[in-house]
């Protein structure tokens, strides 16, 4: 999907208006596979526009469009660098694959610059196939369409999140398509609009029920929901078929709406709560029915603390975690954009809002087989109350295949020589080989510096990982990688007094290589440490990892219980 077509003044004229460079402009376009402006068929440049040679590629490098790299497109870098999810819109073009540019022009040429936080918002929060097949056209239409009803509605105000959820985004439900519906529908009922969400909800809700035919009969059919222009255009269809369309059309004109995960009603907020809006049944505008369904709606919602942890950190999205509801005997599975879930991420935690109800909830992991560890635990929210739910994601070790338990292989344990540190220089002459060492026993071995925040916050909960009554078969060693003489090597071990006896020196060059750590040359310091491993009885490594793990204790304790057999 490329800018091939598309006239290069009128497609200057909207980088001008966008406030988005012509070199920017250039780089989509050649990103794109398309020729420029000035350029014949052999690729030779006219005399009509010889600056157009711009934006050829250096001599020899093929363009390719597959993956977007921000270093190789640095003015539509630049160009998102100002974004306050410029990481998540990075991650979201990647994502799109070869369909990047699509984005990427709608993002930085297509829509005013004022509204690019909100293209940027919705990019990120399309899902992948959305991502990799929605145009250009398409994404500016809703962006610019939507913008165009901020100052429709005096008497009423919708917040960022309404704004974004409820009215910019193109999905009504779960099951239709991201398509251009939103410009028809909106020059179709932009004089329904008044002073004030609810009368301008009503008007819609009267006008769906004098003009929409309900098929009671549903014939099966296997396919992608229709959109509400399409919809608009036969003006019959289910039950649920109505709900979309009454959605649509208050979207379209800048009403938050959604259909209610029951399909049966839909909502609409009035700047200050939810109301129902039932499309058949204009009479009963903004009443509460008796249905159980309709009332646990629109009660005070529900509030779930979610923590999802790996490697005793918190993980902050919810890509592996899922919700169902309980509801008609069985559990139905939740999809964000028609479930009235919301989540809203935290510092430690994901704070999801949600109806109260009785719901399973489900988190996830996969081994490098891409085999699956599927947690599940039933959980009952009530109205106005905040439960908290944790998931631990780290798969159990004894599911692991032995490439994953350890980091790297080496072909045979390096005969490394630790020295016994001590405060006092003249009481280190204790040494000892490691081979000798895991000759006799089992070895928790940590390397560390103290020059990142994982060493300083590791190291202790190594330390106190071995039980005293493993202590005769399991020797502990935390082997400093620096200078014994080190001040701030003293100060750790007075401040942290237990992990003293454990305390050894190496020497930087015995570790480095022989155990291939990884260093950076550059700023002269090991880069993934601590670096933690399990050595067995004789000498064969059986766990390693690297890097930050605040449940190390865990881990080990896990480790070695399979070295024991237990």
């Known amino acids: 999907m490329g800018l091939s077509g598309v006239a290069m003044s009128v ?18 376009w050649a990103a794109a596979g398309c020729k420029s402006v000035g350029e014949t068929e052999t690729g030779t440049p006219t005399d009509a526009q010889p600056e157009a040679q ?50 990427a022009l709608a993002l930085v040429t297509d829509i005013p610059l004022q509204e690019r936080e909100n293209a940027a918002w919705l990019i990120c929060n399309l899902s992948h196939l959305d991502r990799i097949e929605v145009t250009a056209s398409i994404l500016s239409e809703h962006i610019i369409c939507t913008a165009s009803t901020k100052s429709w509605y005096p008497g009423s105000v ?18 239709d398509h991201v398509t251009a519906w939103r410009k028809d529908l909106q020059e179709r009922f932009k004089s329904f609009v008044t002073d004030d969400f609810a009368s301008t909800a009503r ?8 003009n929409f035919k309900v098929i009671e009969k549903e014939d099966c059919y296997f396919g992608p929901q229709q959109d509400p222009r399409a919809l608009l255009r036969v003006l019959r269809g289910t039950e649920f078929d109505a709900c979309l369309l009454t959605c649509g059309i208050m979207r379209a004109i800048g009403v938050p709406a959604r259909v209610d995960p029951a399909g049966r009603w839909v909502q609409f907020h009035d700047g200050v709560r939810w109301q129902p809006v039932y499309p058949m049944s204009p009479a009963e505008f903004a009443v509460v029915r008796t249905d159980p369904e309709i009332a646990r709606s629109l009660k005070e919602p529900a509030k779930i603390r979610l923590t999802l942890l790996k490697r005793g950190l918190p993980v902050k999205n919810t890509e592996s975690f899922s919700l169902s509801v309980w509801k008609e005997g069985c559990w139905v599975a939740l999809d964000e954009r028609n479930s009235s879930v919301t989540e809203e991420i935290k510092d430690d935690h994901i704070l999801l809002t949600l109806p109260e109800g009785k719901y399973l909830a489900m988190a996830g992991s996969r081994n490098r087989n891409g085999d699956v560890m599927v947690q599940t635990r039933e959980v009952e929210v009530r109205s106005g109350e905040e439960t908290e739910l944790e998931f631990k994601l780290d798969i159990p070790l004894a599911e692991l295949a032995t490439e994953e338990l350890v980091v790297r292989k080496l072909e045979k344990l390096p005969d490394l020589t630790l020295t016994a540190w001590d405060p006092d220089p003249a009481r280190r002459s204790q040494s000892v080989s490691l081979a000798v060492l895991a000759g006799n026993r089992n070895v928790v071995l940590s390397f560390f510096t103290l020059d990142n925040e994982p060493c300083k916050r590791m190291i202790p909960a190594v330390a106190g990982a071995v039980p005293a009554d493993r202590a005769a078969e399991t020797a502990t060693v ?11 090597l003293a100060d750790f071990v007075k401040e942290n007094g237990s992990i003293a006896p454990f305390v050894m020196t190496a020497s930087v060059s015995e570790v ?10 550059d700023a002269k310091r090991f ?26 204790a865990g881990s080990l304790d896990e480790a070695l219980r399979l070295v024991g057999g237990e």
């Open 11 to 28: 497609f200057h004229e909207i980088i001008r208006k966008a406030g988005v460079t012509a070199l920017c402009c250039m780089a989509l």
């Open 54 to 103: 711009t934006a050829q590629a250096p001599a020899g490098e093929k363009i390719s469009p597959e993956v977007f790299d921000p270093i190789k497109y640095p003015e539509i870098d630049r160009a998102l660098r100002h974004l306050a999810t410029y990481d998540d819109v990075i991650a979201a073009l990647r994502d799109a694959f070869g369909n990047w540019t699509e984005l």
């Open 512 to 521: 480095r290589d022989p155990f291939k750590l990884p260093y950076s040359e």
């Open 158 to 175: 919708a917040t960022p999140e309404n704004y974004r959820e409820y009215v910019l985004y193109p999905r009504v439900t779960m099951f």
């Open 527 to 552: 880069t993934s440490l601590p670096s933690t491993l399990v050595i067995k009885k004789g000498g064969q490594t059986v766990f390693w990892i690297e890097g930050y793990d605040l449940n190390i």
């Open 203 to 210: 008007k819609v809700n009267e006008w769906v029920a004098a």
């Open 478 to 488: 935390l082997a400093y990688l620096g200078d014994p003489d080190a001040a701030e």
